[in-house]
C-alpha cells in the first residue's frame, strides 16, 4: 500500500463508499479523522480518491471534491525537511 506525502485531516464527516467483498456500502469518514490517500485518480476519473484513515483497514473511495472542502493537509516531517501544504491534491 503507498501512501502519498502528506496525510489529510476531516474537518466535516464525508460521504465514501465501500467496496468490500464486491459489495458497494456507505460510510460515513468520521470528523476528525486523519485520511491517507492511496491514489490520485481512479479507473481514470479524476474526480474519485481512494483513501484509508486511522482505525479503518479497507480502501474508501470519496470524491476528490470532499477532501479539497473539508479536509486539511498535515505537515509531516521528512529526511530533507518540513513538508507542507494547503489542500489535498
Known amino acids: 500500500m503507498m501512501f502519498t ?9 464525508i460521504l465514501g ?8 456500502s456507505p460510510i460515513m469518514i468520521p470528523k476528525g479523522a486523519i485520511v ?3 491514489s490520485y485518480q481512479k479507473a481514470n476519473n479524476k474526480r474519485l480518491r ?3 484513515w486511522d482505525g479503518h483497514r479497507e480502501a474508501i473511495t ?9 479536509g ?3 505537515r509531516v516531517r521528512t529526511r530533507t525537511g ?8
Not at 5 to 13: E, F, M, S, T
Not at 62 to 70: A, S
Open 5 to 13: 506525502k502528506n496525510p489529510v485531516r476531516v474537518a466535516a464527516a
Open 17 to 24: 463508499i465501500s467496496s468490500l467483498d464486491g459489495k458497494q
Open 36 to 38: 491517507h490517500v492511496l
Open 50 to 52: 481512494d483513501v484509508i
Open 62 to 70: 470519496v470524491f476528490k471534491e470532499d477532501l479539497d472542502n473539508r
Open 72 to 74: 486539511t493537509l498535515l
Open 82 to 89: 518540513l513538508n507542507t501544504g494547503s489542500t489535498p491534491r
